[in-house]
């Protein structure tokens, strides 16, 4: 069982090819699914009514989950502010655009709307590719072998640095994707 209860969803409009979402929101437990046992006369109702009218059912789509409340509302905080809400020109029928700087006292620094989602995909990018390189090497890979194979050194203060694939070697080593042999190589754990 999950040990943080809160979830973020995404309402998503299957009448578009992709879906589109229309509506972000965070909760615990059946949430994401009342807003069709419920329909309001929101904009979000409307859309919800018009696509049980055409004879299509709202995708409901987990977005992330086992989250703090704080947790919830950055993340929903952050994806309205990449889709936008329509009343401003995006895409979502939320009513309000919430700033996550509100959200905590403790966050002390500005994050730019979508920027921790486009790290994060990046981030995925970077796992895949270190992941897929060890898996081509069965005898193990480098920190040195990933940074420069990969591109990700960097001569930031002159010299080549390797911190950016290290940690990332570190990530995938907590997600069980990577293991450290003892000759300071690296192997992938997947088949």
Known sequence: MAKNPFYVYALKDP???PAKPFYIGKGTGNRAWEHQLNIDDS????VINDILLSEHEV???IISDNLTEEQALKIEAELISAFGIRSQGGLLTNRIKPNPENISSKVKINIPEGCYERAQMGLELIKSAVVELAKANP???KNSDAAKYLGLQSDYGGGSKDYLSYSVL????KESKIERTGRGKH???AK
């Open 59 to 61: 995708i409901h789509t």
């Open 170 to 173: 570190g990530l995938l080593m």
């Open 15 to 17: 009448r578009s090819k």
């Open 43 to 46: 904009e979000k109702g409307q």
């Open 139 to 141: 005898e193990g890979i």
């Open 187 to 189: 192997k992938s754990t």
